[in-house]
């Protein structure tokens, strides 16, 4: 029964997501910013650091589409190459941080009294702390690891995520379905992940869309200060940098990273709004 | 009111202890140290260094020692910068990081508030679409690229003002502006949302019945309570301009304490790092509780709950 509820409060939504034009559209350029990302290193005639010292500074023209650098590297390949990497960091931190809020949130939402008091408590003093400084100090002393930057970040992002999860925890557990699942004698555990769990996960999407862009942003301002992903590994934030440096002598060095950055962030937050008002439709806005 | 504030200040006791005992072990196990510079020095000059500044004591006996001094209001010597003290060094600065922020702040207020207002009062017309397409960009162009951006159009091509540097008013405008502009873009949509709610109440509903001219209902009722999410903003927006500057400071060739902060920890200037950060961490819970009292002056309802 339940299987049949929730499958029709998707299609509700998604009926309601494919009404929004903003956000349809938004969902189509992402498909497209992905693709493009995942398959243009494989199409691309030229590796992402191949270098070409006799064709640098090479406008956009027939041989290389979006010019190459000073080096003589393709900027589509290293463009595409790129984005792989801003999305993957973008999809990887979202999920730590999602892993470590919901369950966090979960935990001291469902056991509630001084436990959760504490808990929320430790939130508290944590979002006092000027966390982007933590993350840049991180990383300049510990070096520019790769997995640090994903815990990094996702430990900076799970705050909220813990907030959401344990104000919604806190609401489905006086409900009337789980004091019947109690009633029928079932674990917390099982009530945890069979009956709260399933009823979060439109908050928890919602939140996830938005902090995609958040961290993705994160990631470029380290990148760009020199912090994230290392030459001749591109990411858009480095190549944003590389771009700005070199601005005067070829623009389409900032132009096309630059480009695939702001299209992303635009589409993710516009499908984020999309998706908030899909499906829940009581806070959509005006 | 004065219970709320001295309880707030009590409270940040603790947070700030976090702080420091987090970054002071957090550098101290990063590898490398203040003295190990690519030019190796003599054996027995890091050695006499080292244990000038305490280095050689037991780790823990150092943290201690870092405590007490901190009570004192003593945030220690610099390591990198010979005799500094790490205070002077904030203080020369961070002048410069608040002149940015300030003026960075005032533009996205300037800016943002008149453009959401406008919006709302005209929702749905021209007047509502151009300015709300225009923050959604602003909202989607990081700093780092608007910044080079207008770099390009003003400095390059107008030479209207000078690519970098910070040596007068001129050289304020570009940073500035690129700083100011996003933040500008979220109040703009704040307030717009804030204004839209607003509008609706009975209470601005009595006031223009009564017959108040449409700009006092604006000014004088709705706008108390228009304000409110852009206040309630106001709080992650100054951290965030605090890491924006940063980014700033670094295109724009700004000699500010985001520069500073960033060297310091390159070089692994322990008390400097410190010093920062707990700097910055103060200044946070400061600007926070300033923005808990003006929302509690402009919104009754948060004003009985404290």
């Not at chain 2, 780092?144 to 030479?159: E, N």
């Not at chain 2, 040596?167 to 502006?177: H, K, N, Q």
């Not at chain 2, 001219?213 to 605090?242: E, K, M, S």
Request: with cysteine; aromatic share 12%.
């Amino acid at each position: 029964m339940s299987v049949e509820k929730s499958s029709s409060l998707g299609r509700d939504a998604w009926l309601r997501l494919r009404a929004n034009r903003m956000a349809m559209i938004s969902l189509f350029i992402l498909i497209g910013i992905t693709t493009v990302s995942f398959i243009g290193p494989l199409i691309s005639p030229y590796a992402y650091d191949q270098q070409n010292l006799d064709r640098v500074f090479e406008g956009p023209g027939k041989d290389h589409i979006f010019g190459t650098d000073n080096l003589g590297r393709d900027l589509f390949a290293r463009t595409t190459y790129g984005g792989r990497i801003s999305l993957a960091v973008g999809l990887l931190a979202t999920l730590v941080s999602l892993v470590i809020g919901v369950s966090y949130g979960m935990f001291s939402g469902y056991t509630g009294g001084r436990v959760d008091a504490w808990m929320m408590r430790a939130v508290d003093v944590l979002y006092a702390l000027p966390f982007t400084i933590f993350v840049i100090l991180l990383m300049v002393m510990f070096g520019r690891n790769f997995l640090l930057l994903f815990l990094a970040i996702g430990a900076v992002e799970w705050l909220t995520m813990a907030r959401i999860t344990r104000a919604q925890t806190m609401n489905l557990k006086r409900s009337e379905f789980v004091e019947a699942a109690r009633a029928l004698g079932y674990s917390h555990g099982r009530i945890l992940f069979r009956h709260i769990l399933p009823n979060l996960i439109g908050p928890i999407i919602i939140y996830a869309t938005l902090t995609v862009p958040a961290v993705m942003l994160l990631e470029a301002v380290l990148s760009f200060l020199g912090l994230g992903v290392q030459a001749p590994m591109s990411s858009w934030g480095s190549l944003i940098k590389e771009g700005a440096e070199k601005m005067d002598a070829a623009p389409w060095l900032l132009f096309f990273p630059g480009m695939f950055f702001c299209l992303s962030l635009f589409a993710l937050n516009f499908l984020g709004d999309g998706l908030r008002d899909a499906l829940d439709p009581k806070s959509s806005k005006d | 009111m004065k219970k709320f504030v001295f309880s707030r200040v009590l409270q940040a006791v603790p947070t700030l202890w976090v702080i420091a005992t987090l970054t002071f072990f957090m550098t101290r196990y990063a590898p490398g140290g203040p003295f190990d510079t690519e030019k190796a020095i003599p054996q027995e000059i890091k050695v006499k260094l080292e244990s000038h500044f305490g280095l050689d004591r037991p780790l823990f006996d150092q943290y201690l020692l870092y405590l007490k001094n901190l009570l004192r209001g003593d945030l220690g010597p610099s390591f990198k910068y010979p005799g500094w003290e790490v205070s002077e060094l904030i203080a020369t600065a961070f002048p410069v990081s608040l002149t940015l922020g300030v003026l960075s702040l005032s533009i996205a207020l300037l800016i943002g508030i008149p453009a959401g207002i406008i919006a709302a009062l005209r929702k749905n017309t021209w007047l509502d679409y151009l300015p709300m397409s225009l923050s959604m960009a602003g909202i989607c162009l990081p700093t780092f690229v608007l910044g080079p951006l207008l770099i390009y159009i003003f400095s390059t091509q107008l030479g209207l003002f000078p690519p970098l540097g910070w040596y007068g008013p001129a050289d304020w405008v570009l940073p500035s502006f690129t700083l100011g502009l996003f933040y500008a873009a979220y109040v703009a949509r704040l307030t717009r949302a804030g204004m839209l709610e607003t509008l609706q109440q009975d209470y601005v509903r009595t006031a223009r019945a009564k017959g108040a001219n449409p700009w006092q209902v604006v000014t004088r009722h709705a706008l108390r309570g228009g304000l409110l999410p852009v206040v309630t903003y106001l709080g992650p927006a100054f951290a965030g301009l605090i890491s924006g500057s940063f980014i700033i400071e670094s295109i724009f060739f700004i000699p500010g304490l985001g520069k500073f902060f960033v060297t310091a920890a390159f070089n692994r200037d322990y008390t400097m790092v410190l010093g920062t950060v707990l700097f910055y961490a103060a200044l946070i819970i400061l600007l926070n509780l300033l923005v808990d009292l003006l929302q509690a002056w402009l919104d009754p309802k948060a004003r009985q709950a404290q």
